[in-house]
């Protein structure tokens, strides 16, 4: 089956009409907002054909739809039962994912974003699972097969992370020979955040608080110290493995999907879920430091991905667990700094988007954590 670029758009977290859905729940269910709006909204994400091709995850296709409505079902018992209905498609779906990467693994070749990432791969999946399946044999298999990912390789003489890739982490920033990412969207602290959340849940494998320690290590190893404050590179190639040295120069933005805040964040929920008070101390340090006028000048739009939106959501959540008041006591700068953004994103999706922007908003705004829980899908609660 062949979809229309119209049918893909709808059924799009990232950047189509279900993240414009998801804001409307969220507006329904915080008062802002009323559920004739929203159901529209749905409805609109929802008509025609839905994919649940291998392709899928949880920002495109089957899981996004789930997703939308799991958020719409916490507040309406309407939609409990459509919710249900996709669960067997994520089923499969998850099952098809987990062989795929098993045997990739028996070939001891290289991983790819696609397969384990939060967008696309089985850290994303195993996000939606943490709220649809808590206790299944299959979001034990997708933690298992994270832990397996956390386990070094040796090629060529060389150790490299289980998540290392062959490919660039963008094409315009070409890493030639591969890298081996460290942010939430696509590298180290995303799969640390998983384990750890399933962990705060209840949700446990053999070898899981081992993987968390090991990703902690990992991370502790490339934690750079500057008069700007603790932060991390956002990747690293073959040649800065080797050497133990990251090329970037200095702290980059300090962004929900590749910068110190998103892996700030990792680390403090990673030392709840261990009840490591040093490690909740420097977690929560860096991600205020990363919140100073200075650091905060480098953000130069509002979405959730890159921007102000996702810097704000992640410091909110962040700061409702933080021992450090300086956390909390920067949301009101945050906030303004959001209200100010001249624009409301790159279209209607919820990383660059409006939609996005639009949920951070509704935050800020009612000083409460999401009703809808929307921001489950950022792995930062």
């Not at 499969?92 to 990467?101: F, G, I």
């Not at 200095?250 to 700030?264: D, F, L, M, V």
Request: hydrophobic content about 40%.
């Amino acid at each position: 089956m062949v979809l229309t670029e119209q049918e893909t758009a709808r059924q799009s977290l990232a950047k189509g009409t279900a993240a414009t859905a998801l804001l409307h729940i969220e507006r329904a269910m915080n008062g802002a907002g009323d559920w004739e709006s929203a159901h529209a909204h749905i409805r609109q994400a929802t008509a025609g054909p839905i994919d649940a091709a291998p392709h899928t995850g949880l920002y495109y296709g089957a899981p996004t739809i789930a997703f939308v409505l799991h958020a719409a079902s916490t507040g309406n018992p309407r939609y409990q039962p459509a919710a249900r209905a996709l669960d067997k498609h994520v089923a499969r779906l998850a099952q098809r994912r987990l062989a795929t990467a098993a045997e990739r693994m028996r070939r001891r070749e290289p991983a790819t974003f696609a397969e384990y990432d939060l967008f696309r791969g089985l850290t994303g999946i195993g996000a939606l699972l943490l709220l649809r399946a808590p206790g299944s044999d299959l979001l034990a298999g997708i933690l298992g097969y994270v832990i397996r990912l956390t386990k070094p390789r040796r090629v060529d003489g060389v150790e490299l992370p289980g998540w290392w890739v062959a490919h660039d982490p963008d094409p315009f920033l070409p890493t030639p020979g591969g890298h081996t990412n460290l942010g939430l969207a696509h590298g180290a602290a995303g799969l640390l955040a998983l384990l750890s959340i399933a962990s705060l849940h209840g949700c446990t494998v053999p070898g899981q608080a081992d993987a968390i320690e090991a990703l902690c290590g990992w991370l502790d190893q490339w934690r750079q110290v500057s008069s700007d404050g603790v932060w991390w590179p956002q990747w690293l190639t073959r040649d800065e493995l080797n050497t133990g040295r990251t090329a970037q120069p200095g702290p980059g933005r300090p962004s929900w999907c590749y910068g110190t805040a998103g892996i700030a964040r990792a680390q403090q929920l990673a030392a709840l879920a261990t009840h490591d008070p040093a490690r909740r101390g420097i977690a929560e340090k860096a991600l205020a430091e990363c919140l100073t006028e200075q650091q905060l000048q480098k953000i130069t739009e509002p979405g959730l991905c890159h921007g102000m939106a996702g810097v704000y959501q992640t410091a909110y959540r962040a700061a409702l667990d933080a021992q450090n008041p300086a956390i909390g006591q920067r949301l009101p700068v945050l906030a303004a700094a959001l209200t100010q953004c001249k624009t409301t994103g790159d279209g209607e999706g919820l990383l660059t988007g409006a939609a996005g922007v639009g949920l951070a908003l509704e935050t800020s705004r009612h000083t409460t954590p999401p009703r809808s829980g929307w921001d489950a899908c950022l792995l930062i609660t």
